[in-house]
């Protein structure tokens, strides 16, 4: 059983569509990552939240830490195909400094 | 960001035996490194922390004496898979951190195990 549900678990658009991935858990995180990781290679990271609440952009792409530090979500507005990918969402538990446990990840593919 | 280097990106060897994969941060003191195992289109598994100069934590389920976890430098963790079989193949990525928390870690490009 894994610490972090993410869903969907498989998706796929086409170009210029939105789109959000949840990340959801019942254990309370110190922070949480998300990360997009192409095939054969290590996962890179997308951007860090810490504060319940807080909500970070990173050009198109959009990240939201749930106000309990629980969960959180990545929208993704217009899609492009160089965004198609393995995202992962990855907490670190409180009291566990760096320790990351990752999400279940969503395969995303954006049709041209 | 920093620089983690795994080594090698790519292996096969024969069933029975042993297999060491190298981390190494190459521009960063990593006090605590961690070891991942993914499969096929899933995501990453965390086997184990190890943090310098200490035995490394295993997580549950995780088999220590087959998968046995050296770190014995700030900028080098080693994962050696012993007496490795067919199910043993699999993706093995590390990352390494400077231990603070909040921190990123930093991710190697991962190895690909095949045993044969």
């Known amino acids: 059983t894994q610490l972090l549900e993410q869903s969907p678990q498989f998706l796929s658009i086409q170009e210029g569509e939105n789109l959000t991935v949840y990340c959801n858990s019942s254990?309370?995180?110190?922070?949480l990552q998300w990360y997009r990781q192409e095939p054969g290679e290590g996962p890179v990271l997308l951007v860090t939240v810490v504060t319940g609440g807080e909500v970070k952009k990173l050009k198109r792409l959009t990240f939201q830490f749930g106000d309990a530090r629980k969960d959180s979500s990545l929208h993704i507005t217009a899609a492009q195909p160089g965004d198609t990918g393995l995202y992962l969402c990855a907490g670190a538990r409180v009291g566990t400094g760096n320790q990351f446990y990752f999400g279940t990840g969503t395969s995303l593919t954006v049709i041209p | 960001g920093a620089v983690v280097s795994q080594h090698p990106s790519r292996v096969i060897c024969k069933s029975g035996t042993s297999v060491k994969i190298e981390c190494r941060s190459l521009d960063f003191q990593a006090t605590t490194m961690f070891w991942y195992r993914q499969f096929p289109k899933q995501s990453l598994m965390l086997m184990a922390t190890?943090?310098?100069?200490?035995?490394?934590?295993?997580e549950q389920g995780v088999e220590k004496d087959k998968f046995l976890i050296n770190h014995a430098s700030l900028t080098l963790s080693t994962l050696t898979v012993t007496s490795a079989h067919p199910e043993d193949s699999s993706f093995y990525i590390c990352?390494?951190?400077?231990?603070?928390?909040?921190?990123?870690?930093?991710f190697g490009q991962g190895t690909r195990l095949t045993v044969v």
């Open positions: 190890s943090n310098e100069g200490s035995k490394a934590t295993y």
């Open positions: 990352s390494a951190s400077s231990g603070r928390v909040n921190t990123e870690a930093f």
């Open positions: 254990s309370v995180f110190s922070s």
